[in-house]
């Protein structure tokens, strides 16, 4: 223990009942901290060294004022006695900070760190049964019943949303050469004509290496220039897109977009995320990883092959797309790269097929379709 201090020091005592600060006499006696009140006058009473305590570091930071109170049979967690009594920098405080043993001790009762446990996991619990029971199951709901107009107007948020998390800032992602967007019209245009969609569809290109194309709410597709730029013709990327239309058809972006949301609410609210960046990483992170069910991914691909037989594309690009990929490790979304193995898709893809009929685009158009990002 450190040597007693020689006079004693003034201090405020808060008495924990009220708010006022009384002045106080404070000196070191053998194992005792001595506190006489001041103002009133009052009889001296004394502090247990070894019921000290202080915030955490206060041993260490002398520069600032040592607050100090006293461990405590309470049911608190952490059992301490209303009182604070407040000493400024000077012998008496150092002498404290020497001398009492569990000046930073924390005290908790004991079972706390079990009740923590268990108070967390029952919370996560509840998390986990919101974000995997009750959302998908509301997304589904919301999916059927929002008006078209407004899974639309969703829809374009999504994009918004989508562009900002691959990188692009006020809408610099969207690639528009004239010739190339053209170009763009006409593949839409031979996916759709005579198929009685439910949806308008609007299409665009984002400039972005990924090897990717997503499907938004209300009919909105965005192919990535990676999936322009690894195609080898443009019936591969006709079929890549005649599945996405399929999800579209069947509402599942809007149900994938909704139960984003759901989440990313949960996890701002978890994370105190007021930025939006939760919503943004988590919708992007969906939906670039299209992790429908195995019954829409089923039901999609089902969808592509009767759309590229009925329009005359064929089903043999997208087939030739997946074995161009097949081994390769490229990073591609769920739907091409596990469900099952591409080699198994280009299997399947190339069974359902029906004689293409035409081009899906002209050379020049092609090319054209390929630079529309510069």
Not at 72 to 90: N, Y
Not at 258 to 275: E, H, K, N, Q
Request: hydrophobic share 45%; proline share 6%.
């Amino acid at each position: 223990m450190a040597s007693r201090p020689d006079f004693p020091a003034k201090g405020a005592y808060f008495d924990g009942e009220t708010a006022k600060s009384h002045t106080v006499s404070v000196t070191g006696q053998g194992e005792y901290l001595s506190i006489t009140p001041l103002d009133p006058p009052g009889k001296p009473f004394f502090w247990r060294l070894d019921r000290i305590r202080a915030q955490a570091g206060a041993r260490k930071d002398t520069r600032g004022p040592l607050v100090l109170t006293l461990r405590a049979d309470t049911d608190d967690e952490q059992p301490r006695d209303p009182a604070r009594l407040v000493l400024q920098p000077g012998p008496v405080a150092d002498w404290v900070r020497a001398s009492a043993p569990a000046l930073g001790a924390r005290d908790l009762r004991p079972g706390t760190w079990g009740r923590v446990i268990w108070r967390t996991t029952a919370a996560l619990g509840a998390v986990a049964a919101i974000v995997f029971v009750i959302l998908p199951r509301l997304s589904d709901t919301l999916a059927e019943r929002l008006p078209i107009e407004r899974e639309v107007a969703f829809g374009q948020l999504v994009v918004a949303n989508m562009e900002q998390y691959l990188g692009g800032a006020d809408g610099t992602l969207a690639c528009n050469d004239p010739a190339g967007l053209a170009a763009l019209a006409r593949l839409e245009q031979r996916l759709t004509t005579g198929q009685n969609l439910r949806y308008d569809l609007h299409l665009q290109v984002f400039d972005h290496p990924m090897i990717n194309a997503f499907a938004a709410p209300g009919g909105q597709l965005v192919i990535l220039r990676g999936l322009l730029d690894g195609a080898g013709s443009p019936a591969e990327v006709a079929g890549v897109l005649a599945h996405e239309i399929g999800h579209v058809e069947a509402r599942d972006p809007t149900r994938l977009a909704f139960r984003a949301v759901g989440s990313a609410g949960i996890l701002s609210l978890l994370l105190g995320d007021a930025t939006g960046g939760a919503l943004i990483a988590v919708m992007g992170d969906q939906v670039l990883s299209a992790s429908y069910t195995r019954e829409a991914e089923a039901a999609a691909d089902a969808f592509a092959y009767r759309l590229l037989n009925d329009t005359g594309i064929g089903t043999a690009g997208l087939a030739d797309f997946f074995e161009s990929l097949d081994g390769k490790g490229i990073d591609l979304p769920e739907y091409l790269s596990t469900h099952p193995d591409t080699a198994g898709r280009a299997v399947s893809a190339r069974a359902a097929d029906g004689a293409a009929h035409d081009a899906v685009l002209s050379d020049d158009d092609w090319a054209a379709l390929q630079g529309i990002c510069g």
